[in-house]
């Protein structure tokens, strides 16, 4: 039983940021205090929606229990832990046909460049955890990625493991990533190899940052083919997924898999998007 209350106290915690619909909810929950996202059709209906305002963002991202950072179980079978992150940064799963796909460490030439090509060639959108590092040398690249109507988002500094940081190391490492990118920067980060415990998640909602982990990845880190990296996105495909990819160095088969997964995508029925959290507003 008191797993299932914690369960409720969450689903509370996130109705209250009107991030999420109703279903199944008691009688007792308090009325949303901001709009809910809209299911009614409309010329392109975000699948989901982030929170809306720094205050409601904290208390999505406060709901969630982040625990220690030491979240190896989830990693090793591919998906970060704590599961719960997706609620809070996207609402409820949703039935929609919608794939948000994700490419971090860049920009990295020619590696993003051949992404946004393939991306633009198959009328995709996606988002970008650029590390400042990189951003630094390639700022052309930022204004690249905005202008084919793509987001970005806060993949720190150095790359650095945040769970071994303070808070102001933390906070400098988030940081300098927003003075470099500016206002391109969207509201969302993701943490280095998906390491993130409740002191990252305290700084991150500081910064208004919303944390965003993934749901499937093709493994492009490791060695392997393309035909088992393309496996591994099928098999990951889901309305609503997060995919984790890299457009890094030495990436020619993420855009080998990118080039044959975009057609087979759509011949699904999927569209492909920008996170909410991450969209400029
Ligand atoms: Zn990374």
Same mark, same amino acid.
Request: aromatic letters at 12%; charged letters at 20%.
């Given at each position: 039983m008191s797993s299932r209350l914690l369960l409720a106290a969450l689903a509370v915690g996130v109705i209250v940021t009107g991030c999420a619909s109703t279903t199944g909810q008691s009688a007792s929950t308090p009325p949303p205090t901001t709009p809910l996202p809209t299911t009614s059709p409309s010329s392109s209906p975000p699948a989901s929606a982030a929170p809306a305002s720094a205050g409601a963002m904290r208390a999505a991202i406060e709901s969630v229990a982040w625990g220690d950072g030491r979240n190896t179980q989830g990693m090793s079978k591919g998906v970060p832990n704590p599961q719960d992150w997706y609620t809070a940064a996207f609402g409820p799963r949703t039935? @929609? #046909? !919608? &794939?948000? &796909? +994700?490419? $971090? $460490?860049? /920009?990295? /030439? /020619?590696? +993003? @460049?051949? !992404? &946004? @090509? &393939?991306? *633009?060639?198959?009328? *995709? #959108? *996606? +988002?970008?955890? !650029? +590390?400042?590092?990189? *951003?630094?040398?390639? /700022?052309?690249?930022?204004?690249? %990625? %905005? @202008?084919?109507g793509h987001a970005i988002g806060d993949h720190t500094m150095t790359h650095a493991d945040l769970v071994a940081l303070d808070r102001d190391q933390i906070r400098a490492e988030l940081g300098k990533v927003k003075k470099i990118v500016g206002p391109m920067l969207g509201a969302c980060m993701r943490p280095p190899y998906g390491l993130i415990d409740t002191l990252v998640a305290d700084v991150s909602a500081d910064l208004n940052l919303m944390p965003i982990l993934w749901t499937a990845h093709a493994q492009d880190w490791a060695p392997g083919g393309v035909s088992e990296m393309v496996q591994r996105l099928k098999d990951g495909t889901a309305p609503g997924a997060v995919i984790l990819l890299h457009d890094s160095a030495g990436k020619e088969k993420t855009i080998s898999a990118t080039r044959q997964m975009l057609p087979w995508w759509k011949s699904q029925g999927y569209r492909l998007e920008t996170i909410p959290a991450c969209r400029i507003r």
């Open positions: 039935s @929609d #046909k !919608v &794939l948000y &796909l +994700t490419y $971090d $460490d860049g /920009p990295w /030439p /020619p590696y +993003t @460049d051949q !992404v &946004l @090509d &393939l991306l *633009a060639e198959n009328d *995709a #959108k *996606a +988002t970008f955890f !650029v +590390t400042g590092n990189q *951003a630094k040398q390639h /700022p052309n690249h930022l204004q690249r %990625i %905005i @202008d084919g």
